[in-house]
Structures are given as structure tokens and as C-alpha cells.
């Protein structure tokens, strides 16, 4: 039990174009989602918490109007890039959190490589 | 803020002899501490975690840590290493409000 999905696994683009990742929660809802970005041989960094049917709250420094959050139900959340650059190539990571154990613990997805060329 | 430091960015065993991954924290309060590999292509794994309880923590495929106060470390552990345990493992610590705050990991080579 507890996986999460991610689609696509892997995304090229062309600079300028708009890219949404999906992140589902396959068999169990999920009040809040994570999105994390890692970048190549760096640690994950936290880009924003979503909750579902309110607004995404961003970390320090990631740009909400670049990086669309949308979590429109308890198994789906959306990450949209915006206006993709090449610095924007990164290896997006989604989790979704739920009750177990006596505490929430995050379920991680397979990630979405995106790469703009 | 809460912060992790992993000491090795790269481990290098033989296999069958044991694992060693160094983890120090900072924490303001009590912290929830985490142990994740991530493999290849493949999602991250939680192996273990401590939450206030046992100091001493077992995980999924033989894998320990145990939780030192004292020296705000949570080391990673395992007796005899396989082949299959080559990956990247991320120490990682819990804020309030369910954050996690994860450290700059450390790839687990294993020679045959």
C-alpha cells in the first residue's frame, strides 16, 4: 500500500513552453503533497506544500507564478512549469502524506526528469 | 531551522563488511529523524525512522540507527553489506508541520 504515481517519467520541451507534471496518490488519499526539486548530485529541496482546495504555500525563493500548484482532490496534485528555461531542468519529486504509525509519513513518487532544451 | 549534515558524500565497501553512513542534526526541538535510499530510477524508500521512541532503530533490509542525543548524530548501520545495497541514502529531519529537511546524501558503493 501507499504508492504514488508521477507522470510523465521523463519530459523534454522547448524554451518558452508550459510542462504539468501529475502526482497521484494510488491507494490513499493525501491532504497534503510535497513537491521537491534535485538538482543532479544535490540533496531534494522542498519547493512548496499543497493541501487539498487551498492554495499552495512556497518555500523561500520558488517563484509560485513560475511553479502552478494545483490539488484539486485528496489523490491528485499538479505541478505546471511556466514559461520553461533550461535552468528550470531538474528532477521533480512529489510525496503525499498520510497517518501512519502515529505520525504522517510522506510517500515519495518516481519522480519526472524534465529537461529544456 | 532544523538542519542535516552527512558527513561522506561517497562510501566505499566491500561486500559482507559493514555500512557506516554519518549523520549529525540540528534541531530547536524534538526532531523526527529519517533514513531514505533512492535507487536508480527509482523513488525514494524510507528504511527507517525515529519518532521519540527506542533510540535504537531497526529498518527495512537490515539497516540501523541509532539516535545519540548527545552527539545530535543518527548513524546509519548495517552488519555485512550486499550488492544490491548500492544506492544513495539521505539522512533527513522533520520540522513541525511535517517538512522534511533532507541532507546532501551519501552513495553506497559496494565492491565484489
Known amino acids: 500500500g501507499a504508492v504514488v504515481s508521477q507522470h510523465p517519467s521523463r519530459v523534454i520541451c522547448k524554451s518558452g513552453t508550459s510542462v504539468k507534471i501529475e502526482c497521484r496518490s494510488l491507494d490513499f488519499q493525501a491532504t497534503t503533497m510535497f513537491w521537491y526539486r534535485q538538482f543532479p548530485k544535490q540533496s531534494l529541496m522542498l519547493m512548496a506544500t499543497s493541501n487539498e482546495g487551498s492554495k499552495a504555500t512556497y518555500e523561500q525563493g520558488v517563484e509560485k507564478d513560475k511553479f502552478l500548484i494545483n490539488h484539486a482532490s485528496l489523490t491528485l496534485s499538479t505541478l505546471t512549469v511556466t514559461s520553461a528555461h533550461p535552468e528550470d531542468s531538474s528532477f521533480y519529486i512529489c510525496s503525499a502524506s498520510t497517518w501512519r504509525g502515529g505520525y504522517n509519513e510522506q510517500f515519495f513518487g518516481p519522480g519526472t526528469r524534465l529537461t529544456v532544451l | 531551522a532544523q538542519s542535516v549534515t552527512q558527513l561522506d558524500s561517497h562510501v566505499s565497501v566491500s561486500e559482507g563488511t559493514p555500512v557506516l553512513l554519518r549523520c549529525n542534526y540540528s534541531?530547536?526541538?524534538?526532531?523526527?529523524l529519517f533514513w531514505y535510499v533512492q535507487h536508480p530510477n527509482k523513488g525514494l524508500q524510507l528504511l527507517l525512522k525515529y519518532t521519540s521512541a527506542a533510540t535504537l532503530v531497526k529498518g527495512i533490509n537490515g539497516f540501523e540507527a541509532e539516535f545519540k542525543k548527545s552527539e545530535t548524530s543518527f548513524h546509519l548501520t548495517k552488519p555485512s553489506a550486499h550488492m544490491s545495497d548500492a544506492a544513495e541514502y539521505f539522512c533527513?529531519?522533520?520540522?513541525?508541520?511535517?517538512?522534511?529537511?533532507f541532507g546532501a546524501g551519501t552513495i553506497l558503493r559496494v565492491k565484489s
Open positions: 534541531s530547536s526541538y524534538s526532531p523526527s
Open positions: 533527513v529531519v522533520s520540522e513541525r508541520g511535517n517538512k522534511l529537511v
